[in-house]
């Protein structure tokens, strides 16, 4: 992450919280609008340049000390000595050729990180904007097209929205022409339309594009609903600005008619449940007159024009030590890093002499690991040999044998069905059960002898050519019960 990126970071985190801090007392002292037009200063700092030249009053730093990173703000002077000790201080020899230290590029990964992070919660939010938009206006009927804004009917808002940027659209519920009356329909065609007029969705995608660089923040996350809280205010504060004061009831009844869960971040519902309640005190609040409007124009563009003097990035991060330091500081400074170096290079050296001891016993450790490896792998080939030779033969012992109990077993069974067939009573059980089936086909209409074979006794005495024509003759006389002829059924 570069220095620019860093400062923006910041200066726009701490942008917010001065926008955070002043909104109430500027809108009550100047008007929403006023409270509104605060929140471009982050959104400006974010897209304004280095400035060549320009000497800021921190300097951001990433400083990396061995195992250990350092993040946070310097003064130019602190930032300075950071530098020359830096410069002052050349990295360390490796400790020897075999062995690979591994270093972690962390700016590479922050930088990562962030951008990654920022690209995914963006690309949700587009997803989720886009989503509303097509499931609005696959339902939606167009009721006019008014200044160039498609104003439709869709049962996918639950109060009127303002959606699209290029091609501008107002959704209204499906009910809206019951729901609301005459007066309360044209003040909230009047909100919607300012959105557009005023290029709230245009900002609405702009402030997402800045909070997806600060997704990490909780703080952004609250100014961003902050902001949207002021531009409900802001455009109401425009609306009720063109209206006889009898019609601020009006307008109020149609916002609590209004009322609406959340809505995908680039959409401007005409009112969010969260500030009913701010929403109405200010209307219910005295008009702000013309030379306070004005007044709180001028106190807004005065605060952007400060805030992004006070917070500009310049070139000081890339600052030259002399600039700030006399040269006996400088001289000791140096004078303690050649001190510095001088042990590191005894270390290492110290270091690459243990380290070719430790690679040469674990050399002679790897191959004493190796020949014990062989060893037990022939040790475990014999026993699997002699244990297969060993599962094999008993498997072979359990086939015969349970071939020798399956045939004791068949000779039983069918030496007992004999016995139980030539017994009596398995004979008297067969002529019981020919006398029930003859019965159950006498009971039917259709005696039988309880001689006959076994099929025709289940049958009643039927075989496949009679049933065959007993269906032929019952369709035939359906057919002629609905007036068909067989042979106009044979030509279709």
């Known amino acids: 992450m570069n220095a620019w990126a860093l400062e923006m970071l910041i200066a726009t985190t701490v942008l917010m919280a001065l926008v955070l801090a002043v909104r109430h007392p500027v809108a009550r002292a100047f008007g929403p609008r006023a409270a509104y037009a605060l929140w471009a200063l982050p959104a400006l700092r974010v897209a304004m340049p280095s400035l060549p030249g320009w000497r800021i009053f921190y ?78 206006l696959r339902s939606s009927v167009l009721l006019a097209n008014e200044c160039g804004i498609d104003v439709l ?19 209204l519920p499906a009910d809206f022409m019951s729901r609301y009356t005459p007066s309360e329909r044209r003040l909230a065609l009047l909100h919607e339309g300012a959105h557009h007029d005023r290029r709230d969705i245009l900002a609405n995608l702009v402030a997402l594009a800045v909070l997806a660089l600060h997704w990490w923040n909780p703080l952004a996350h609250r100014a ?7 531009q409900e205010l802001a455009c109401d504060a425009t609306v009720l600005a063109d209206v006889e004061r009898q019609d601020r009831h009006v307008y109020g009844s149609a916002v609590l008619k209004s009322v609406s869960a959340r809505m995908p971040g680039v959409a401007c519902a005409l009112s969010h449940k969260d500030e009913i309640a701010r929403r109405l005190r200010a209307m219910a609040a005295p008009r702000i007159g013309t030379r306070r409007s ?19 990035s310049g070139h000081a991060t890339a600052v030259d030590p002399a600039t700030y330091l006399p040269l006996s500081e400088i001289a000791a400074i140096r004078a303690e890093a050649a001190q510095a170096r001088n042990e590191a290079q005894r270390i290492a050296e110290d270091g690459r002499r243990a380290a070719e001891e430790a690679q040469r016993s674990t050399d002679e450790g790897r191959r004493a690991a190796e020949q014990a490896r062989r060893e037990v792998k022939r040790e475990r080939a014999a026993e699997s040999r002699s244990a297969t030779r060993a599962r094999a033969d008993a498997r072979l012992e359990s086939a015969r044998a349970r071939t020798e109990a399956l045939g004791a077993l068949r000779d039983a069974a069918t030496a007992q069905r004999v016995a139980y067939w030539s017994s009596a009573e398995g004979g008297r059980q ?19 002898s309880p001689d006959l074979d076994w099929s025709r006794l289940a049958l009643c005495g039927d075989t496949g050519a009679s049933i065959s024509a007993r269906v032929n003759a019952q369709v035939r006389r359906e057919l002629l019960d609905d007036g068909i002829e067989l042979k106009d059924v044979r030509s279709r």
């Open 59 to 136: 300097v951001p730093l990433i400083h990396m000390s061995g195992e250990h990173v350092g993040v946070g703000l310097l003064n130019p002077v602190g930032a300075a000595r950071m530098a020359a000790e830096d410069a002052a201080s050349p990295p360390l020899a490796p400790l020897a050729a075999p062995v690979e230290v591994e270093t972690i590029h962390w700016q590479a990964l922050l930088l990562a990180i962030w951008l990654g992070g920022a690209l995914l919660w963006f690309g949700w939010q587009m997803l989720r904007y886009h989503g509303f938009l097509r499931h609005a």
């Open 153 to 171: 009917v869709t049962p996918q808002v639950d109060g009127p929205v303002a959606a699209g940027v290029t091609t501008r659209r107002i959704f």
């Open 224 to 230: 961003y609903k902050a902001f949207r809280a002021d």
């Open 294 to 312: 004005w007044t709180g124009a001028v106190v807004a563009i005065g605060a952007i024009a400060a805030g992004l003097v006070a917070t500009a």
């Open 430 to 448: 067969i002529a019981a059960t020919r006398r029930s089936m003859a019965a159950r086909c006498a009971a039917q209409g259709r005696p039988v």
